[in-house]
């Protein structure tokens, strides 16, 4: 799917956030991590702050810091405006009004710009999507996929989402998926085929509920490993 710069919608989460959302225990952190769409998050450059091991992939890391800058400026004041206009989606509990969100959001995509450019140069981010990786099988110990999988269920049908998975599964033992739920709060429908795929091939596929909520309903993650792995 070639991403074109005017559909970008940057929107970046933080280090804790991701911890808090697939549920990562410090022995987690200290394993080699995929994060397969992670967009302006900050999770990798976090990561790499603390001398642990993290690949970004991303259709928007064909474009230069620059772009993202701008992108991010164009599309700020809609984004904060949407969300006035429907606060009654989301959980207020640790962000406490759409103006701390903001400030969270800002404070995450300036430390990924931050890092983009030398993380780029190392191969941190890498210009690559779902559902094809250029990876080695088993080339991480975890990936995952934060808001993509199961959240777009209207745009991208089940077939993308098992190639998806399929995809990395190959490239590591485990994946998180994060969240369950699509745009409009509902539980995929896709999540009980993919649950019920995958444990007939001979995975461990379990939804869990986590610490972080925001999008109202979105506070599980599904995690799938082969059972032999752990």
């Not at 777009?152 to 998806?164: E, N, P, R």
Request: hydrophobic share 35%; glycine share 4%; proline share 3%.
């Amino acid at each position: 799917m070639a991403v074109r710069y005017d559909s970008i919608v940057p929107w970046g989460r933080t280090f804790e956030e991701y911890v808090d959302m697939f549920d990562l225990e410090e022995r987690d952190l200290e394993k080699s991590i995929l994060g397969c769409g992670d967009g302006p998050a900050c999770f990798n450059a976090a990561m790499h702050q603390k001398g642990k091991k993290a690949v970004s992939i991303d259709p928007i890391y064909k474009f230069t810091d620059e772009e993202i800058q701008r992108r991010i400026d164009e599309t700020y004041l809609k984004v904060m405006q949407q969300t006035r206009e429907n606060q009654e989606k989301f959980v207020w509990h640790n962000i406490k009004s759409v103006e701390e969100l903001g400030e969270i959001r800002m404070s995450a995509m300036k430390a990924f710009l931050m890092d983009y450019n030398a993380g780029k140069k190392e191969e941190r981010y890498l210009f690559a999507e779902l559902p094809s990786l250029p990876f080695q099988d088993k080339q991480f110990d975890l990936a995952l996929s934060s808001h993509f999988l199961f959240l777009y269920t209207d745009h991208l049908s089940l077939g993308f989402h098992i190639q998806s998975i399929d995809e990395m599964l190959r490239v590591a033992d485990e994946i998180r998926i994060f969240p369950l739920v699509d745009m409009n709060a509902n539980r995929s429908c896709y999540v009980d085929s993919v649950i019920t795929r995958y444990r007939s091939l001979g995975f461990s596929a379990h939804e869990i509920q986590v610490d972080y909520e925001f999008q109202k309903g979105g506070n599980k993650m599904l995690r799938i490993y082969k059972n032999d792995n752990k």
